[in-house]
């Protein structure tokens, strides 16, 4: 079988099975902050799991994309050297949300191996959790799985072993769901002559290919206690990579159809032949398993950059083009033709890269250009620092160095890590680590009290499930107080005073998603009034309207009237339907590359984050801005249809970033052809929208620029202002009349022409006057002095600027001579010292100047063929000016 029919297969079985096919979710996870990437198969069903989230079935099948690097998966030295480490990989996996448990899973996993992939079951043992009474107490051994392996296999226990925590109990993560597992693992040199006694991973030849996790328990925080799960589910795991390596009969992941185009077109570029020099070879695939990872983690939408998941992707993408540039000697840019490869073969399964083909080549092509920039300076860096080291005998690059490299040369430590070690040299971590401290906070992810009232928020969610949203129909409506909390405290009334998160049964208050803030409003109770400032979704679908209770009291269970603050929902509407708007005229414009990154929609202005390499110019500012007029004069009416995701695809609606998307989703069309998912609010028709100003552009990230603009009300009273200070700096300026403002650049253009002219007069004033002005010529100064032409002179100049200017000029009239100039113009002095270049072995107008500088009670620098100072005793400067005189008669 090829990957990609070992992919149908899998999913083709479960789907006769009654699972329904689920796409891949992003790499990038939706509403979990405590994970960088999709590391895992469940991830994008960890709500359902839950219970947090309900979905309209109870089995499903993926083939999920995902990324294990960074964190705890911080082991990217292996990658391209061992046959089975990646970063990047694709995960086949079955769920059951409270539906079958452990005998359909471990029954069908065993039909699937050995009837349709047809698995040699005698290179077959399993593992199954045998009880880990240190790690785990009181979770039984699991005999259930055990007794069913059994059934089905006909084997005996010699061949089902039983591990502990550490290798057949899975946790997501510190928090999450989690249970004991069975894993499958076959022996790949052949048939086994006896089977392992312990973990097989250590036993030697043999693989682990799939995992059944039987999820029964959840913990809410890292060291709490485990609670069951509201009904016993299935997650299963399994490599795609590892199970085509096992039918096609490979010793290695890389020997397989899943590499070997984008293995052939790296050893192209490089000019070599796979497979004939170990070394090269390992150069081949880190690159070969990297492009993977890059490709797969830009057409998600992350850029390398300097923090969390985008410095993750920088450190992968730059090991690879280091390999390619020192172990394969490839002087050229090449990743972005590695990626494209990528794409070629992945497009299939995957058919969001072909769409982002461009934006993921412009992405890697500007990585390239920038690290091939750096790489030198920073090389460079680390050779003077080495030889500053072997001069000392130090052994360890400081962590400051290390700091440096990072952020001003784009190194990642790890990469000087291995540039040291090549040298015998090792890193200073810690001292690095405290730079990075001191710099700034790396991780943004919630602190500890945030944690705890998340936690409360998920079980809140757990037990009331989803609030209904009427706020499309319109501002106002009834509910029911389901929860009240006040801090992380859940409590059952609050009175006047109190800060409080309240859950509704339904609301038609919009809570904070897709870019777009949350309402603002009251709440009216039998005997209470509150204040709602804010509407947020923290967990699953259910909102929590964040206030302070004004008057009266508010308990669980009243009945109240919730009103929307209209004029806000309002201006926020049009904001947002300008975004859609703006994100079509930016693609018109700009090119079809263009993804939105990112935005912020509030009532008085919008952002709009989107990838683009390049500032935009002014003659495409103004495109864009016409554009979007253009589409809101043309007043058409919006619509909002209610599909299924892949009709939506069909009709071209464009997703959002970072946003996760049901089965069904919400489609707007905004003026005449914006058609995007989006589950906001907007305007009813676009010229509701009013007008549309761009405030500015500019860039946020590598290859992310970022618009501001202000609609309606917002932009009439940008431009109101704009006329009332170009009105102000018009009188400032002298002009007069009703079209003044137009007339402010011509005439600051002038005002400025002049100014620039008045300084070079006076520059050239000042330089005459230090010059000796009024007939005095300072080269009638100069004494020779051991056959060595000198002038040492004070000046009428406090102008640091002038006084270099005169001495440039002075030292070319000289032709060969010692200069010294004191500027006695101001209350200190400032001091000049030259020696030609032909005197520069014989004298130095550093150590010149450093003597005469301490005599006026400062202080000089400089090199031997130029100094600079100053003195604070102005009184002394003839005393000094001979002791100038004398230095070089002792020292000629």
């Known amino acids: 079988m090829k990957a990609a029919e070992v992919r149908k297969a899998f999913l083709e079985f479960f789907k006769s099975k009654g699972h329904e096919v689920v796409a891949s979710s992003s790499i990038v996870p939706s509403n979990d902050p405590t994970l960088l990437f999709t590391n895992a198969g469940m991830v994008q069903f960890k709500d359902v799991f839950t219970g947090v989230e309900k979905r309209p079935y109870k089995r499903a099948t993926t083939s999920q994309k995902c990324v294990r690097a960074g964190g705890k ?41 050995t009837k349709v992939y047809k698995f040699d079951t005698s290179r077959m043992c ?5 009880g880990d009474d240190e790690h785990l107490p009181g979770v039984p051994a699991d005999d259930e799985a055990r007794a069913i392996w059994k059934r089905v296999t006909g084997w005996g226990d010699e061949r089902i072993i039983g591990l502990g925590k550490a290798d057949n109990f899975w946790m997501m993560g510190d928090t999450g769901p989690m249970g004991p597992c069975t894993e499958i693992h076959y022996f790949t040199p052949g048939v086994p002559t006896t089977f392992p006694t312990r973990d097989p991973q250590t036993w030697g030849g043999w693989l682990e290919f799939w995992n059944n996790v ?42 397989t159809d899943l590499f070997a185009a984008i293995l052939a077109k790296t050893a192209a570029l490089a000019g070599v032949t796979y497979g004939a020099d170990p070394e090269k070879d390992t150069a081949i695939r880190v690159i070969a398993y ?46 972005h033709e590695v990626c494209m490869t ?28 920038l690290f091939r920039r750096t790489l030198a300076h920073g090389l460079a860096l680390l050779e003077d620092e080495f030889a500053v080291m072997a001069r000392t005998g130090a052994t360890q690059v400081s962590g400051p160095t290390v700091f440096k490299l990072y952020d001003t040369f784009g190194f990642p430590e790890d990469l000087t890590q291995i540039v040291a070690g090549e040298r015998g040299f090792t890193v200073d971590d810690v001292g690095y680590q405290a730079e990075m401290k001191k710099a700034r906070e790396l991780s943004k992810f919630a602190g500890s009290e945030q944690e705890v009232v998340a936690a409360d928020l998920k079980s809140v969610a757990g037990e009331l499930g989803a609030t209904r949203f009427v706020g499309y129909e319109g501002t106002s409506g009834e509910g029911v107080v389901r929860a009240i909390l006040q801090g992380a405290a859940r409590v059952d009334r609050a009175v006047a005073g109190a800060a409080v998160q309240l859950v509704f049964d339904q609301t038609p208050f919009y809570a904070e998603s897709g870019g777009q803030i949350g309402d603002a409003g009251m709440v009216s109770a039998p005997h209470g009034l509150v204040r709602i400032d804010d509407t947020k979704k923290p967990t699953g679908d259910m909102f929590v309207h964040v206030g302070v209770v004004e008057r009266g009291e508010l308990k669980v269970g009243d009945r109240v009237q919730l009103t929307v603050d209209g004029a806000r929902r309002d201006a926020i509407r049009a904001n947002h339907s300008a975004t859609h708007l703006l994100n079509l005229a930016l693609k018109s414009v700009l090119g079809g590359h263009i993804a939105q990154k990112g935005s912020l929609v509030a009532p008085d202005r919008l952002r709009f984050d989107f990838a683009h390499m390049a500032p935009m110019t002014d003659d495409e500012k103004r495109q864009v801005e016409d554009l979007v007029n253009a589409e809101i004069r ?67 990230a590598q290859g992310v620029r970022r618009i501001e603009a202000a609609t309606g009300v917002g932009a009439f009273d940008y431009l109101r202002r704009l006329e009332s200070e170009l009105g102000r700096a018009a009188t400032t300026l002298g002009l007069k009349g009703g079209a003044q403002i137009f007339e402010v650049a011509a005439r600051a253009d002038k005002t400025v022409h002049d100014y620039k002219t008045l300084e070079k007069e006076i520059a050239k004033l000042k330089r005459s006057i230090a010059s000796g002005g009024g007939g005095r010529d300072l080269l009638t100064e100069v004494q020779i002095i051991k056959g060595i032409k000198v002038l040492a002179a004070s000046v009428d100049t406090d102008d640091g600027k002038v006084l270099r200017e005169t001495g440039d000029a002075l030292r070319d009239k000289l032709g060969s001579g010692v200069l010294l100039l004191a500027g006695v113009g101001g209350a200190e002095v400032k001091l000049l010292a030259m020696v030609t270049k032909d005197l520069v072995g014989t004298l130095s107008a550093g150590k010149l100047l450093a003597e005469i500088a301490t005599m006026l009670g400062g202080r000089a620098g400089g090199k ?29």
């Open 342 to 369: 990528v794409i070629d073969e992945m497009k299939d399964a995957y058919p969001d890269l072909e769409t982002k083909r461009s934006t993921i080549e412009k992405v890697c092509r500007n990585e390239e250009e």
């Open 290 to 335: 990297h492009a993977r990872c890059s490709t797969f983690l830009i057409g998600d939408g992350v850029f390398p950059d300097k923090t969390g998941r985008e410095y993750v992707l920088r450190r992968i993408f730059r090991r690879a083009v280091r390999h390619g540039k020192q172990q394969l000697g490839i002087d050229k840019l090449f990743m």
């Open 634 to 700: 043309a007043n058409a009416a919006s619509h909002v249809d209610v599909l299924p995701i892949e009709a939506a695809k069909q009709r071209g609606a464009v997703a959002m970033f970072g946003e996760k998307y049901g089965d069904t989703v919400r489609v707007v069309a905004i003026g005449r052809a914006s058609l995007e998912f989006c589950g906001g609010t907007h305007v009813h028709r676009a010229g509701d929208i009013g007008m549309f100003k761009l405030l500015s552009e500019s860039g946020v």
């Open 126 to 130: 399993v593992t199954v959790f045998g």
């Open 864 to 892: 031997p063929d130029l100094a600079q100072g100053g003195g604070k005793d102005v009184a002394a400067v003839p005393a000094a000016l001979d002791a100038a005189r004398t230095w070089v008669a002792n020292h000629a």
């Open 73 to 113: 998966h911080n082991d990217l030295d292996e990658v391209g050297k061992t046959p089975r480490h990646h970063t990047f990989f694709e995960m086949l996996g079955n769920f059951s949300f409270g539906d079958y448990f452990k005998e359909d899973a471990i029954t069908w996993a065993w039909e699937l191996i």
């Open 214 to 255: 039987f999820m029964q328990f959840e913990r809410r925080d890292k060291d709490g206690e485990l609670f069951p799960l509201p009904a016993p589910s299935i997650d299963t795991g399994a490599g795609l990579e590892r199970v085509t390596c096992i039918l096609q009969d490979k010793q290695s992941n890389y020997d």
